[in-house]
C-alpha cells in the first residue's frame, strides 16, 4: 500500500514557487519576493506539517529582511536573527553562531551565519526540490563565483611589460562591464562580487603600513564605480563586507595590521572621495557608525570620526551672502516667481513628478457627499 504524506502545500508546483521567490533562478529580473515566501509559509503552518527546512528558510530570510539599518535598531536586528536560529538550531548545528564567539552573539557573526545557513539548506533540501526528475537548475553561488573570477582576471596577474594609461582604463571598462553582465543574469552576482573582492584580497593587496594607496584607488575606481552605476546596491554590499571585515580583524594589534589599515582607507575613500559622491547615497551609513561604535578599535574609531565628520558637512547649510553697505536687495516679481516655479516643475515633471490638481483634506474615514 503507498504512503500517505501528507503537506501543508496543495500541489508540489507551490513549493517550487515559494523555493523561487527564496532562491530566485538565474534569469528572474524582477521585484524581490522574499517576503511574500515568508507570508506563504507563514500561512503553511496554520496547517501543520510544514519541514523544519522550510521553516528554517522563512525564518532567516525574514531576519534579512529586518537587518536594515535605517529602518531597524541595531539591537531589535540582532534579536531577529538570535530568535530566526533559535527553532532550527538542531537543524543547523555546525552553520549557527557560538555563544563563546567574540563579541557573541556581534551582528556581524548573526549576518555570515545566517547567509551560510541558507546556502546549507539549498544544498541539503532545496536542490532536490523539483517538479520532475530532471535535476533542479538554480543560480549556483560556485558558476557566479567562477564566473566573476573569470571575468576579474585580467586585473588580478599584472602585466610583464607597462601599459599606457588608456590601455589600463580601457581594460578596466572592459572588466567592468563583463561584471555587470554577471550581476545582470544572477540574482546574487553583486553580493557576491563584494565578498570575491575581499577574499581575494583584489582591493587590499599585500601591502606595509603606510605604503601610499592613491594607485590602487585609481586602478579600481574606474570598475566599481561602474559597476556602481547599474547596480546601485553593490555599494552597500561592498561598504557593509568592508567594515565587518575591519571590525572583526583578529589580529592582536591592529593599529599595525596593513590589511586593517587598507580596510580603513577603502571606507574613507567611499566616504569622502568626490568620485563616489553621487554614489554615497547607497552607503549604509547608519549601519557603519553602529558597526564602529560596537566593535571599537583603533581604525573603526578613525573611520567613526571621518564619516560624522563628513556628515556634519553635508547637513551645513550655506549663509547667504550678507547685502552691501549701500546694497539694496531686489524684491522678486510676480512674474519672476512664476517663472522660477515653472522651471521648477519642468524638472520636476521630466524625473516623473507631478502637481496633484486638488488636495483633499478630509480625516481617513470620513466619506464626501456628492
Not at 33 to 43: D, I, K, P, T, Y
Not at 257 to 265: C, G, K, N
Request: charged share 25%; proline share 6%.
Amino acid at each position: 500500500m503507498a504512503k500517505v504524506i501528507f503537506t501543508a502545500w496543495k500541489t508540489k508546483s507551490q513549493l517550487m514557487d515559494v523555493r523561487n521567490e527564496f532562491y530566485p533562478p538565474p534569469s528572474y529580473a524582477g521585484p524581490d519576493l522574499r517576503s511574500h515566501g515568508c507570508a506563504v509559509v507563514e500561512a503553511w503552518k496554520l496547517r501543520g506539517n510544514v519541514p523544519h527546512h522550510v521553516e528554517a528558510t522563512a525564518l532567516l530570510t525574514d531576519a534579512i529582511l529586518h537587518d536594515d539599518a535605517q529602518r531597524n535598531s541595531i539591537f531589535s536586528i540582532r534579536a531577529t536573527y538570535s530568535a530566526a536560529f533559535c527553532r532550527p538550531s538542531r537543524l543547523l548545528r555546525g552553520t549557527t553562531p557560538r555563544s563563546n564567539s567574540p563579541r557573541a552573539p556581534s551582528l556581524v557573526v548573526l549576518r555570515k551565519a545566517a547567509q551560510r545557513s541558507l546556502e546549507w539548506l539549498w544544498d541539503n533540501y532545496w536542490a532536490e526540490v523539483c517538479d520532475d526528475p530532471t535535476p533542479a537548475t538554480h543560480d549556483d553561488s560556485a558558476s557566479v563565483r567562477a564566473a566573476l573570477c573569470d571575468a576579474l582576471q585580467p586585473l588580478t596577474g599584472g602585466l610583464a611589460e607597462p601599459v599606457s594609461k588608456k590601455r589600463k582604463r580601457d581594460q578596466a571598462i572592459s572588466v567592468a562591464m563583463r561584471l555587470v553582465s554577471v550581476c545582470n543574469v544572477s540574482g546574487t552576482g553583486v553580493k557576491l562580487l563584494a565578498s570575491v573582492l575581499l577574499e581575494r584580497d583584489l582591493l587590499v593587496p599585500g601591502r606595509t603600513l603606510g605604503d601610499p594607496f592613491d594607485e590602487t584607488f585609481k586602478e579600481w575606481d574606474t570598475v566599481l564605480l561602474k559597476v556602481a552605476e547599474s547596480h546601485p546596491a553593490f555599494l552597500r554590499h561592498l561598504t557593509e563586507d568592508l567594515v565587518n571585515d575591519l571590525a572583526f580583524t583578529d589580529t592582536k594589534d591592529v593599529s599595525t595590521d596593513p590589511r586593517s589599515e587598507a580596510l580603513y582607507l577603502w571606507l574613507a575613500h567611499i566616504f569622502t572621495s568626490p568620485n563616489w559622491e553621487f554614489h554615497r547615497q547607497s552607503c549604509p551609513q547608519s549601519y557603519v557608525l553602529q558597526v564602529c561604535d560596537e566593535s571599537s578599535h583603533h581604525w573603526t574609531t578613525l573611520l567613526g570620526e571621518q564619516v560624522r565628520k563628513e556628515a556634519g558637512k553635508a547637513k551645513a547649510v550655506p549663509v547667504a551672502r550678507p547685502a552691501g553697505k549701500n546694497r539694496v536687495s531686489k524684491p522678486i516679481t510676480r512674474n519672476e516667481s512664476r517663472g522660477t516655479t515653472a522651471q521648477l516643475s519642468e524638472k520636476l515633471l521630466a524625473h516623473g513628478w507631478g502637481l496633484l490638481e486638488k488636495w483633499d483634506s478630509r480625516p481617513l474615514g470620513v466619506v464626501a457627499n456628492n
